[in-house]
Each structure stands twice: as structure tokens, then as C-alpha cells.
């Protein structure tokens, strides 16, 4: 089997799996429990907590455990929205977010909120210009994904923090597919949505940072945990396993990321010489392990699955997307026809794929392209 569909979830590291079982089967007490087996339970999850403090340089105290990306993204933008409305009800993020973005913000527009959506340019990726022309007296959150999930376009959340650091405005990035593959600096921004199944790790595992002295409303009430943010039983079995899998992928990261980048460019060189595909994805501008195309004249759901009669497993655009069978917004976005964004497949590669897959791959698709040619001719 080939998979090149990581953007989606990635296989779990077995270390992972081993560590999940052994928290989960050894040290199953409640870590609010007084007796000293809670306690022992109490310490491992807060060491969780610290071991990716450091890994991620920022705090302990300033990370919540959450079960996964979409609850971070709903955590950050109802919890500033409600926690904040009396400063101002405007909110600012782009045309390109995840569900568990897009959703949310419509919901907060039905609570009486204004949301300004920052357009793309033809790569994917906002203008600077564009944001600070939305930036208004009374925005109190811009929220914005550090990597697109469809195209891999990288957004300037850099530059975006660094306009942000003299405006009351909450800084919010959505790091589900750049944790690990790109760089990030901490400094300006307030609060960060990671997902432990796009690291290798479970689902049912994310973080929420949050950075010190900003305050949220409570998602879920009743006994307090996670700072009395999201309360419910903790779960230090998936945290441990969290810790463990973030780890691992900061482990060996430049060599690993050098043969992502490798594998990246094997693809893109080949595709660019395949006749009828136009790849979506600008190299200058994207990550370095998502690549988008369409062949003309192809539907994506047709290659998927005629790739996936070869043990190859690629995506359309997106899961969610491709799940509702939805043309990728992305690529609309980014003023792609109906035509080609309902067309498009998307690759996504992890530390785990190796140039002799991606080389099966290009062989693969090439039959596929030539076969169903000769079946429409
Ligand atoms: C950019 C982005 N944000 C959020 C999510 C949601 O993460 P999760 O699947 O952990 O809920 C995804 C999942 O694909 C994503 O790609």
C-alpha cells in the first residue's frame, strides 16, 4: 500500500500505540483523585503538559488538552468571541479555513458578530495589504491557518502577528497541517490549534495554546480540569501519547523534512511534464508536504479511485470536502473554474514515504490518465 493521503490522518507511530496502551492499561485512576494512585496519574499528565511546553517552547500553564483540531479552532474563536464582545464584534479570517473555522465564524455572525473573509491571491495565499485594510478599531480576533489543508499554501502569519502586536485584537492560527513541516514563531501570536492524527499520534488528541494572561470563555463546564476551560475526566493516557508523538516528529526533523522535500520535488518535476495536468500548488509559496492538481477532463473522485485499485491512496482536495463531494473553496478561492476545482486530487506526504512510492505513483497515474482516455475516446 502507498499512502499519500497524511493531510487526511497519518498511521499512528507504533511507540505511540505502545505508550497509549501502557498510560491507558497501568495508570487508568482519575488524576483528581486524592488517593496517591490519582496523584501518580495527576504527575504524568502534567509532565505531558511540560514535555511539550518545552518542545514547542512556550509555556505549560498555557496549554489546554483538547481532542483534536476542530475543538481547538471551536475552543479559540467562541472563547475569545464571548469572553471578549464588550471590547468589539468584529472578527477577521479568510476565505480558505477548515470547516471547524468557516462554521464557527457563521455561527458567531448569527450571534450578532461581523466577520470579515480575506480573499487569496491566484497561489492561495492572503495579501498583507488586504488584512490591514480589514483591520478595524473594534476586531477582536483574526484567525488565520498557518498552512492551507487543500493546496499547501503557506500564509503570512508572521508578518500578520507582527501587525497585530500594537491592536487589541487576539492573534488565533490554525496549525493543524504546518505542525512539524514549518517553521513558526510563537512570539506574536496568542493562541494555536494542534492535532495529534496529523502527527502521527491518536485521534481524539490536540492542543489548544494559549498564551499567557489571554482569557476564554469556558467550552465545557463542570469539574474544573484544563483550567476550568474545558472540564471533563482528563485523558493522560492520549496526552502521554501526544507528548510521545510530537516528540518523535521533532526528532531527526531537518533530515526528515530534506527527504519530504525530496520526494516534493521528484513529484513536482514529473507532473510537470505529464500532459493535461495543471498543479494547483505554486512551489515558491507552499509546504513542503502538500501538492494539489487536476488532470483535464478527469473528475478527482475518478482517479481516487481508480489509484486506490493500485493500493494507492490520495484525496480529493480534502476529506471533508471530498466526503460532501464539494468543489475544494480553495481552489475557488483562488479563482480556479468549477470545472478544475471539482477535478482536483491532492497528495499529502509524511516523514514516513520514501522517492521509490512517489516514483510507483507517477507510474501509476500515468496508466490511469492513459486508460480512461482510451475507455472516453
Ligand atoms: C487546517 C485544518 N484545520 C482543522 C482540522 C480539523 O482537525 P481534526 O481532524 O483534528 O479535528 C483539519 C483537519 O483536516 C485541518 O486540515
Given at each position: ?185 510563537m512570539n506574536s501570536i496568542d493562541l494555536l490549534s494542534i492535532s495529534g492524527h496529523k502527527l502521527h499520534g491518536l485521534r481524539g488528541t490536540g492542543l489548544l495554546y494559549k498564551k499567557k494572561g489571554v482569557e476564554l470563555h469556558p467550552e465545557i463546564l463542570g469539574g474544573g480540569q484544563e483550567g476550568g476551560i474545558r472540564s471533563g475526566t482528563e ?143
Amino acid at each position: 500500500m502507498i499512502y499519500l493521503d497524511n493531510s487526511a490522518t497519518t498511521k499512528p507511530y507504533s511507540a505511540v500505540l505502545e505508550t497509549y496502551t501502557k498510560v491507558a492499561s497501568r495508570y487508568f485512576a482519575n488524576p483528581s483523585s486524592l488517593h496517591a494512585f490519582g496523584q501518580k496519574v495527576r504527575e504524568l499528565h502534567e509532565e505531558a503538559r511540560k514535555q511539550i511546553a518545552q518542545l514547542l517552547k512556550v509555556r505549560s500553564d498555557e496549554l489546554i488538552f483538547t481532542s483534536g483540531g476542530t475543538e481547538s479552532n471551536n475552543l479559540a474563536l467562541k472563547g475569545i468571541a464571548y469572553r471578549y464582545k464588550n471590547r468589539g464584534k468584529h472578527l477577521i479570517t479568510t476565505q480558505i479555513e477548515h470547516p471547524s473555522i468557516k462554521e464557527v465564524m457563521r455561527e458567531l455572525e448569527k450571534d450578532g458578530f461581523t466577520v470579515t473573509y480575506l480573499p487569496v491571491d491566484e497561489n492561495g495565499v492572503v495579501r498583507v495589504h488586504d488584512f490591514e485594510q480589514a483591520l478595524r478599531k473594534d476586531t477582536i480576533l483574526v484567525s488565520m491557518m498557518h498552512v492551507n489543508n487543500e493546496v499547501g499554501s503557506v500564509q503570512p502569519v508572521q508578518e500578520i502577528g507582527h501587525r497585530l502586536r500594537a491592536h487589541q485584537a487576539f492573534f488565533h492560527v490554525d496549525n493543524i497541517q504546518g505542525m512539524g513541516m514549518c517553521e513558526l514563531e510563537m512570539n506574536s501570536i496568542d493562541l494555536l490549534s494542534i492535532s495529534g492524527h496529523k502527527l502521527h499520534g491518536l485521534r481524539g488528541t490536540g492542543l489548544l495554546y494559549k498564551k499567557k494572561g489571554v482569557e476564554l470563555h469556558p467550552e465545557i463546564l463542570g469539574g474544573g480540569q484544563e483550567g476550568g476551560i474545558r472540564s471533563g475526566t482528563e485523558n493522560t493516557a492520549g496526552a502521554v501519547a501526544l507528548a510521545k508523538a510530537l516528540r518523535l516528529t521533532f526528532a531527526e526533523k531537518t533530515n526528515k523534512l530534506k527527504q519530504v522535500l525530496a520526494i516534493r520535488d521528484y513529484l513536482l518535476q514529473e507532473l510537470e511534464q505529464m500532459k493535461g495536468i495543471r498543479i494547483h500548488s505554486q512551489k515558491a509559496s507552499i509546504a513542503p508536504h502538500i501538492l494539489c492538481l487536476s488532470a483535464s477532463g478527469h473528475r478527482g473522485e475518478v482517479l481516487v479511485h481508480a489509484l486506490e485499485q493500485k493500493e494507492i491512496f490520495v484525496s480529493t482536495t480534502s476529506a471533508c470536502s471530498s466526503k460532501a463531494k464539494l468543489a475544494s473553496s480553495t481552489l475557488k478561492a483562488m479563482g480556479v473554474s468549477d470545472e478544475e476545482a471539482t477535478g482536483a486530487i491532492r497528495i499529502s506526504l509524511s516523514y514516513e514515504n520514501t522517492l521509490s512510492e512517489a516514483e510507483q505513483f507517477i507510474g501509476a497515474l500515468q496508466e490511469v490518465i492513459e486508460k480512461i482516455n482510451e475507455v472516453v475516446k
